[in-house]
């Protein structure tokens, strides 16, 4: 996504792009993997040393509430971000944190009434397990005799 592009995205959805906003969405759009709050922070500092913590921070929780951001849960470590255009799911490792993108097929919605008064806004899909170097490891330390738990 070019700079016009990312421009765009943001005052279509009625944010302003501001240098720091845009420069959080510019490095989600480039980064090939979900980076935590604090790595797009030292990233966007690197190039823009006048963005604070805070302002990067808000700026991620604007983005995701807009929805030009999804924010991953990854249990027991920090959240991680994405900004990928095509929709997806996600694989997350239970070893290593590692989070990777799945191709996006439809999850079914509930059955009508199912959710009583709530308001569902969209099914997401989250795999868990081992990315495959983690299972490699495993395998091979199962080989050698050694067996960890995870």
Known sequence: MDAAAIRRSLEGIGLRCTPQRYAVMAFLMECKRHPTAA???????????????????NNLRDLVEVGLVREVAVEGRAARFDAK????????????????????YDVPRPVSGSLGNRVLRECEVIFRGLCTKCARRQASAKVRGRVDPR
């Open 85 to 104: 255009g095509m929709r997806h799911h996600h694989f997350i490792c239970d070893r290593c944190g590692n989070v990777e993108d799945m191709e996006w």
């Open 39 to 57: 790595e797009i922070f030292e990233a966007v500092n690197r190039v823009d040393p006048r963005s604070s913590r805070a302002t990067t921070y």
